[in-house]
């Protein structure tokens, strides 16, 4: 293989033993990296893990390393475990940082840890994984970081040098393969010059805005017409197309506008058509009324993909798109994330998503390339195009410069322990877990008084787990040695697990209290009646959790523990009474996609659950009950040796 120059500048690090971070575009070649470390590892008789921050990049990254080492490679992402002994092992972040806090794992035969997107340790919601993991990461182990672009990447360097001790060599690669070329669609005004739009698109009948100004709402404007845009890619050969809009319905509404289109000719019509069936019969989806609705779309060379649709369906939009067979596809964000699927044309739908928390804001100028490198094809195309879709309603010119030629935002910790993760320091370091502090990244870039905010934090959840009798004076208890294990819903778990009311639960009920658990309704969904048993349930757990938050927030802890949202209950209970997928998703508001993923953290709760200090016929009960949740659709391994 013929490598760049700064692919051989990491490898030459990584041929000296060193530890390597390397910054650089999406669609540079940082996977090449990756591959090389895993080959080098195995001639040396050592074993690598692979971290990715989503399930879909680690099924994918399992499929691409198998291709060339099947036995060698194996896969733990908490509801797929697939040759888990073996050299190599792809699993999430979360699975990583669990085993690194397990006093029983050893570790000790694997040399190398790759966290692919390490820039995710400043993901709002699960970024303290990244920075957990990266704390307690075993000394003997090399580290490969691969990220775009990261202003403050020697930040990071000299903050994990300082706790690790040992150097850590920095690559960065400003240039793509592929360059890129910006355009702008306004008031259905094709703008290939910035200036020119900043002057004309921000236009309107009595009047213009300033750079900072938004177009008043009471103003009508000429619409960005989609048939206009996209018949001007067909006529400028810049087909394939990436279309990004950050929302599962409008990704299926715009997709169904592209019926007017027809991309295909007769011969690559057949053909795409005689592989989607094939794939749709390989994934049990021959008669699916999705696969069916999506089979009209293809035909033309049109798909849609997001969460909300059955993974299996997912997989087989992805297959015929990496195979260059379709003209167009709308998808949402996780298409850009890692996943190789480039085209020639991106297109922005708009320009501001939804940040958890924070609400709906402007795109960062991280995620907008993270997005937008997903254009060019490296050897296929000489140029890749961006068409970014403006609404001077909502964007103003300023605003919009921003994203798309300001410098990419620095990484910020976002470090937050939970109490399983403190739970099992305390195992370890009892009192003194307040010292591995200063070993974050949080310490390392924040403020004093910050520092002390995030240590108070840290003390009020062993005074709550210390009142709550999760640790006495000898250690952890057995109940702190139940919640140690479950990550993320460990105190209401751990509760109801002590006071005994789990036992008491059928399998059904105690599958639709895990669900509710883990469950996070979106805008819109609604809650089915409940029965008379249901309800005694769901007001259990509002109990347990309301005298948990009333801690919290007496404690002043921002993050508190979730509430229960049974919304799920009767397509739990209708799966788990053996009801084939269909009929019991259709007892959801929820897409067929969100309840197969909420189906699968089900079984992910239960896995741990089964690892728990717990009675043997309990033990018996949620391992039967994951195998009961665990088929069909909703079962990861099957998809993946298919």
């Given at each position: 293989m013929i490598y760049d120059e700064f692919q051989l500048k990491a490898i030459q690090y990584i041929d000296q033993g060193h530890s390597v971070i390397v910054s650089a575009p999406t669609g540079a070649g940082k996977t090449a990296i990756a591959e090389y470390v895993i080959q080098e590892a195995l001639k040396r008789g050592q074993k690598v893990i692979y971290t990715a921050p989503i399930k879909a990049l680690s099924n994918q990254k399992f499929r691409d390393f198998q291709a060339t080492n099947?036995?060698?490679?194996?896969?733990?992402?908490?509801?797929?475990?697939?040759?888990?002994?073996?050299?190599?092992?792809?699993?999430?972040?979360?699975?990583?940082?669990?085993?690194?806090?397990d006093p029983n794992m050893d570790l000790s035969s694997y040399g190398w840890i790759i966290f692919d997107e390490i820039h995710y340790i400043d993901d709002s919601e699960r970024g303290t994984v990244w920075e957990e993991s990266l704390i307690f990461m075993p000394e003997h182990m090399r580290l490969l970081g691969l990220s775009a672009t990261i202003p403050n990447i020697d930040e990071l360097k000299h903050w994990l040098e300082q706790i690790h001790r040992q150097p850590i060599m920095i690559v960065k690669e400003d240039r793509?393969?592929?360059?890129?070329?910006?355009?702008?669609?306004?008031?259905?005004?094709?703008?290939?010059?910035?200036?020119?739009?900043?002057?004309?698109?921000y236009q309107y009948p009595g009047g213009h805005c300033s750079p900072t100004q938004r177009v008043p709402h009471a103003v009508k404007?000429?619409?960005?017409?989609?048939?206009?845009?996209?018949?001007?890619?067909?006529?400028?050969?810049?087909?394939?197309?990436?279309?990004?809009?950050?929302?599962?319905?409008?990704?299926?509404?715009?997709a169904e506008e592209m019926m007017t289109f027809d991309f295909l000719d007769q011969e690559k019509k057949i053909k795409i058509l005689e592989e989607f069936d094939k794939l749709c019969k390989r994934f049990d989806l021959v008669g699916e009324p999705s696969a069916e609705k999506l089979r009209s779309l293809v035909g033309r060379g049109v798909a849609y993909h997001h969460a909300g649709m059955l993974p299996t369906l997912k997989e087989v939009v992805e297959q015929i798109f990496t195979q260059r067979l379709l003209s167009i596809i709308f998808t949402t964000e996780t298409f850009a994330l890692g996943i190789n699927m480039p085209a020639r044309t991106v297109i922005f739908d708009e320009l501001s998503k939804y940040y958890g928390r924070k609400g709906f804001e402007i795109l960062r100028t991280r995620d907008f390339y993270q997005m937008a490198g997903r254009a060019g094809r490296r050897s296929i195309d000489v140029e890749g195009f961006v068409f970014c879709r403006v609404n001077p309603h909502y964007i103003s010119a300023a605003e919009l410069q921003r994203v798309v030629y300001g410098r990419p935002e620095k990484v910020n910790s976002q470090f937050n322990a939970s109490y399983a993760t403190i739970l099992n320091l305390y195992r370890v370091h009892g009192e003194r877990l307040y010292d591995i502090y200063p070993d974050s990244f949080h310490f390392y870039q924040e403020s004093k008084n910050n520092r002390k905010r995030a240590v108070y934090a840290m003390r009020a959840k062993v005074d709550i787990l210390k009142e709550l009798r999760y640790i006495d004076r000898r250690g952890l208890t057995e109940k702190g040695d139940f919640a140690s294990q479950i990550y993320g819903y460990e105190l209401i778990l751990s509760e109801l697990f002590e006071a005994g009311y789990l036992d008491k639960l059928t399998l059904p009920e105690l599958a639709i209290l895990i669900g509710a658990i883990i469950y996070e309704p979106r805008k819109g969904m609604t809650k089915p009646h409940l029965n008379h048993r249901i309800l005694s349930i769901q007001d259990k757990t509002f109990e347990v959790v309301k005298h948990i938050n009333r801690m919290e927030r007496s404690t002043g802890l921002q993050d508190r523990t979730k509430l229960s949202y049974f919304h799920l209950t009767n397509a739990i209970d209708a799966w788990v009474r053996g009801k084939d997928f269909g009929e019991a998703s259709q007892q959801a508001s929820a897409d067929e996609g969100e309840v197969v993923r909420y189906f699968r953290m089900i079984i992910q709760v239960l896995r741990q659950m089964a690892e728990c200090p717990v009675t043997e016929e309990f033990r018996k009960k949620v391992k039967d009950l994951a195998h009961i949740i665990n088929r069909d659709v909703v079962d990861s391994e099957k998809q993946l040796r298919s």
């Open positions: 099947p036995e060698m490679i194996g896969i733990l992402t908490g509801d797929v475990t697939i040759n888990s002994s073996a050299p190599v092992l792809i699993m999430t972040t979360e699975i990583f940082r669990n085993k690194i806090l793509r393969p592929v360059p890129l070329k910006v355009l702008f669609q306004c008031q259905s005004k094709i703008y290939d010059d910035w200036e020119k739009l900043a002057k004309y698109g404007l000429h619409p960005n017409r989609l048939t206009t845009l996209v018949q001007e890619l067909k006529d400028a050969n810049r087909l394939p197309c990436i279309y990004f809009v950050f929302s599962r319905k409008q990704a299926e509404l715009l």
